[in-house]
């Protein structure tokens, strides 16, 4: 991990048709780090999320991608930093008139000039890492909830991108699953140098992988505590921040207990 | 202080209805309103509903409720729900019928300034991709446009809206001819004029019914099939995931779906025609005694070819109206199951009636042009 920023987000503002999610987001997130979006449910980290990699233009605020700024470019420069993107949606998000496979090449077969055998060997490659090659022919709609999850990991992975956006890739992964996820993760960072953002519920691997993250408040509206999960867990002395990294409940006066 | 006697389950019919706001009024203006639960007898989620209603009166106003005599599961029930019932209030909303007419105004000129711009940028992808196309041989490797129309997506497209349609398209328009022939020959016979009914036929149809009979048929089955497939994608995030790779969904969705539509309606109708005249000569020759040759040559006669030119250019502008509303409305519609059923009404709807009115346009074109 360099000391470089991959994407760095400035006094963010996120919200939909006038509804603020989340206001005052900064992050900077450093090549090669695994950064972790936390929060509880409804705070807004899928919101980030979409708010990073372009899906959603912010109301406020900047984000920039190497140093570059990513809205105020065409939306040429846009598509070109996208490229550099791969993103898992929280509901999988294949599309459902391909079967895994195409779902996987698809990308591969618009954005390189790989011959057909090369794409599917590839294909089957990114398939295999997540386990996923018997369900290569199938539709999304025969999938299970799990497997979806990984098929998604797959086309994120389809491009070798700089940065990976997970939105709760362990969701509705067995134990097993999800600690080779996690080395998965670890691997990918290790080998390639890839950036990785992810959003996640999943305490034990946050603190096993995460090495830096961002506390999203849903009350607040807005980023609490930053740091790395473990750090926070062992460190952080706001009572919500607390109560999410140890698992516990909040009484109405704030106090973990 | 609170006392609480006997059976509360509402699955009984036990537990009144606003109980809370009854039994707020009924302790007046105790600070601390304390429960004594010691003669309860059975209890369901009814009275925990009640009585966490019951606080969150009494906390708005300052007050306190102490639950403290409450047996402990149902204590330990009503301390999960947090009182936030307040910030699920519904919004108050007043229908005023002005307002109501001034926003549908503004929201159909929205959505026909937003049709037009979806055809503006189509159009621009058009012609880009065939600018592509012919230079895209010559580009470096790696430089080529990524998000082109693909020829398979546009195959399928073309697939679902015109072979798949001949059959339906084929029976309404067979049927339309017969109903012609028969109540025009009703009429006819009262002047005598029964050979002619191959004109009112013809002319009619080609002028007319085949072109906007098979607009509809294809207003319900394609647009509102485009509407609900780009509904679902949206709900789905397909559409985000295309957009994150810097793939326009204009141009792989929107395109192929309206291309589609734009190049198979016309022989649609062509096929409509031929085939509303087969279903009028059926009758005209099987219950009116007309011969065959003649009802035929009678056709040829009387219906110019610049008809069917004209036929199959406002066509193919209804097909227009028909790709670029149902897109529009499935693209925008919400990310919910209930959304993906109201965009396919919408867009059946809205097609409908825009083929109506593209119709009068081209009436008004007609008898100006003097066809
Ligand atoms: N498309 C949308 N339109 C309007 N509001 C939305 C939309 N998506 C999310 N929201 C709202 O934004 C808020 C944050 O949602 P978001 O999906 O970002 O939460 P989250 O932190 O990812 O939650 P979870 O952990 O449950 O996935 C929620 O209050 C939600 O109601
Ligand atoms: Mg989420």
């Known amino acids: 991990m360099s000391d470089a920023v991959k994407i760095e987000a400035n006094g963010l503002t996120l919200g939909y048709g006038g509804v603020t999610v989340q206001r005052n987001v900064s992050l900077r997130i450093r090549t090669g780090s695994i950064f972790a979006l936390m929060g509880g449910s409804g705070s807004g980290k899928s919101t980030v999320l979409k708010g990073l990699v372009g899906l959603l233009r912010p109301e406020a605020g900047t984000v920039r991608v190497d140093g570059e700024a990513y809205w105020p470019g065409t939306s040429a420069q846009r598509t070109a930093l996208n490229r550099r993107f791969g993103v898992l949606f929280q509901s999988g998000a294949l599309w459902s008139s391909l079967t895994v496979a195409q779902n996987v090449a698809l990308p591969l077969r618009l954005f390189t000039r790989r011959r057909a055998a090369a794409i599917a060997d590839l294909v089957r490659f990114k398939l295999a890492l997540v386990g996923m090659e018997d369900a290569a022919d199938r539709m999304p709609s025969e999938l299970s909830g799990g497997m979806r999850k990984r098929a998604g990991i797959a086309r994120a992975l389809a491009l070798d991108p700089d940065v990976l956006f997970f939105d709760e890739p362990s969701a509705g992964l067995d134990p097993v699953t999800s600690r080779r ?9 290790e ?67 | 202080m609170l006392v609480l006697e006997g059976d509360w389950r509402g699955r009984d019919g036990l537990v009144p209805t606003a109980q809370a706001s009854a039994i707020a009024r009924a302790v007046g203006d105790m600070r601390q309103v304390r429960i004594d639960a010691l003669a309860l007898g059975n209890w369901d989620s009814l009275l925990i509903t009640v009585l966490w209603q019951l606080r969150t009166r009494l906390l708005a106003d300052g007050r306190t409720l102490d639950e403290a005599g409450l047996p402990p599961p149902m204590h330990r029930l009503l301390a999960l729900a947090a009182n936030e019932a307040a910030a699920f209030a519904p919004r108050p909303r007043r229908w005023n019928p002005l307002a109501a007419l001034g926003g549908a105004t503004l929201s159909a000129l929205a959505a026909i300034g937003a049709v037009t711009e979806l055809l503006g940028s189509l159009l621009g992808s058009l012609l880009g991709g065939l600018w592509g196309g012919l230079w895209g041989g010559l580009l470096p490797r790696g430089r080529r446009p990524g998000a082109r129309m693909q020829n398979g997506d546009l195959l399928d497209a073309v697939q679902r809206a015109g072979p798949s349609a001949l059959p339906i398209v084929g029976v309404v328009n067979l049927l339309m001819g017969a109903i012609l022939a028969f109540i025009g020959a009703a009429q006819l016979r009262r002047f005598g004029a029964q050979s002619f009914v191959s004109e009112l036929v013809g002319l009619s149809l080609v002028s007319e019914l085949a072109a906007v009979m098979t607009a509809i048929v294809l207003a319900g089955r394609t647009g509102g099939a485009n509407a609900a497939r780009l509904a679902t994608m949206q709900g789905n995030e397909e559409i985000d995931a295309l957009r994150v790779l810097g793939i326009s969904e204009r141009v792989t969705l929107v395109l192929p779906m309206t291309l589609s539509l734009v190049l198979t309606m016309p022989l649609l109708y062509l096929y409509a ?8 000569g059926l009758v005209a020759v099987g219950m009116l005694g007309i011969p065959p040759v003649a009802f035929a040559s009678a056709l040829v006669r009387v219906v110019p070819l610049s008809q069917f030119a004209f036929g199959a250019v406002k066509s193919a502008a209804f097909a227009l109206l028909i790709g670029l509303v149902s897109c529009h409305i499935g693209l925008g519609a919400g990310r919910s199951a209930a959304a993906v059923g109201e965009a396919a009404t919408r867009a059946v709807v809205a097609g409908i009636v825009g083929i109506i009115a593209v119709d009068a346009v081209f009436a008004v074109l007609a008898d100006a042009l003097g066809l």
Do not use: Y
């Open chain 1, 181 to 189: 996820l996690d080395d998965l993760i670890l691997e990918l960072r």
């Open chain 1, 191 to 257: 080998g390639l140098g890839t950036t990785i953002v992810l959003v996640s519920h999943e305490l034990p691997s946050l603190f096993a992988i995460a090495d830096d993250g961002a506390f999203l408040d849903g009350d607040t509206r807005t980023v609490i505590a930053t740091g790395a999960p473990s750090a926070l867990r062992d460190g952080s002395t706001d009572p919500t921040v607390r109560a999410f990294m140890h698992r516990e409940r909040i009484d109405a006066d704030g106090r973990a207990g």
């Open chain 2, 273 to 280: 025609c031929l085939i509303g005249m087969v279903g009028g």
